[in-house]
């Protein structure tokens, strides 16, 4: 490890640290000096992940975590303060894409929730079982990962664009809260960027229209953002460099 080490000593948790932007964030921190914490349903991801940051002489440890399930996000955040003693930073990655391309009429109840679930549920037990220990903090964030979709423009899902859009609210009510005890919130807003989730995603807008699914995913990864560029934006904000950083951040 080397180069900048801003984030020297913060013990940061992500979930969704399995892969995709919450693994681009987890390596770029720790390469900054920064101790993660992976949580994921991905256990061969997540392990994958963290013993990646460990060989190139990070800080990583991954934990299986359902976060719809507040005992598995209270463990987490545990796990945190007792391997390092503090909690400086939460960053909310985990979240899933179902529905896409589905009229209002085709799309089943359970879609929408489970959707709902692991979104918007799933990011307030993170942070509601994180928040004691943050509290105590120098200098505390909170990220939270919303979607331009949902925000600024359409989702190709009804359910996804709901919970990006309710993330984005619960953080502007979160902040309001919070401000006052010196925790910073900020929600970031992608547009697109290169993940497996929103490959996907493309792919089957591309087979929904009609057209090859494989020039779809070949141009997807050809036009889409590096998770790596985002999670430069992620460990900056985790650091206490962004200290006057505010609210809605929006991004490739």
């Given amino acids: 490890m080397g180069g900048i080490m801003r984030l020297a000593d913060r013990v940061v948790i992500i979930t969704g640290g399995g892969r995709g932007i919450g693994a681009a964030a987890a390596r770029v921190i720790a390469a900054e000096g920064g101790k993660v914490l992976l949580g994921d349903m991905l256990e061969a991801e ?4 963290a013993a990646a940051i460990r060989t190139a002489g990070g800080d990583a440890v991954f934990l299986r975590t359902d976060v719809t399930k507040a005992a598995d996000c209270a463990r987490l955040a545990a796990k945190a303060v007792e391997r390092h003693g503090h909690l ?9 894409l179902q529905g896409a391309m589905l009229q ?6 359970a879609t929408f929730s ?3 679930e692991v979104n918007l549920k ?13 509290r105590k903090a120098e200098q505390p964030a909170i990220l939270l990962l919303a979607s ?12 996804y664009g709901a919970s990006k859009g309710g993330v984005h609210g619960f953080a502007m009510t979160l902040e309001a809260q919070l401000a006052p005890h010196g925790i910073r919130v900020n929600d970031i807003c992608p547009s697109s960027i290169a993940t497996p989730m929103r490959i996907e995603n493309l792919v089957d807008r ?7 699914p494989e020039e779809a995913r070949a141009l997807a990864i050809q036009e889409a953002g590096d998770p790596i560029g985002l999670a430069r934006i992620l460990a900056f904000l985790a650091s206490r460099e962004a200290d006057y950083m505010r609210g809605t951040i929006f991004t490739r």
């Fill in 148 to 159: 331009e979709a949902g925000v600024k423009v359409p989702s190709s899902s009804l359910a």
């Fill in 114 to 116: 489970s959707v709902l």
């Fill in 206 to 212: 591309a087979k929904a229209a009609g057209k090859d």
């Fill in 88 to 96: 400086d930073a939460l960053i909310c990655c985990a979240g899933i």
């Fill in 46 to 49: 997540g392990e994958q992940t």
């Fill in 122 to 134: 799933g990011t307030f037990l993170t942070v509601q079982a994180a928040l004691p220990y943050l």
């Fill in 104 to 109: 209002a009429e085709a799309l089943d109840e």
